[in-house]
């Protein structure tokens, strides 16, 4: 059975750091595309990073420069390193994954970030 699970949120000023990571089970890591997502209070849910089975990355405008998405194929995680965090980073970070058409999610993990 796929599991992603998520670790690694917590409350932190701005101009802080924390790193999520997400740990994958039953499904064949090193293939599948992963990504973080996040949804902020009141609004949806969206694309934060990607990183393809081939290392290729994507970022949203909004956190390029700021945020640092790799993996681990050995270790089966994905990391979202996020440095210089303002308040409207505030979310429910979740980790996503796929692979032949089969899409899984983390329970999520909560980042505020305030002062």
């Known amino acids: 059975q796929a599991q992603l699970v998520e670790s ?3 409350s932190v ?13 039953g499904i ?4 599948s595309s992963m990504a973080w997502y996040r949804q902020p ?7 934060v990073a ?3 089975s081939g290392g290729d990355t994507y970022y949203a405008d909004s ?4 945020f640092t998405i790799s993996r681990d194929n050995v270790k089966n995680t994905v990391y979202l390193q996020m440095n210089s965090l303002k308040p409207e980073d505030t979310a429910v970070y979740y980790c996503w994954g796929t692979r ?3 899409i899984y999610w983390g329970q999520g993990t909560q980042v505020t970030v305030s002062s």
């Open 8 to 10: 690694g949120g917590g």
């Open 13 to 25: 000023q701005p101009g802080g750091s924390l790193r999520l990571s997400c740990a994958a089970s």
């Open 28 to 31: 064949i890591f090193s293939a």
């Open 41 to 47: 209070p009141g609004k949806q849910r969206e694309l």
């Open 50 to 52: 990607q990183v393809s």
């Open 63 to 66: 956190v390029k420069g700021r």
């Open 100 to 102: 032949a058409g089969n």
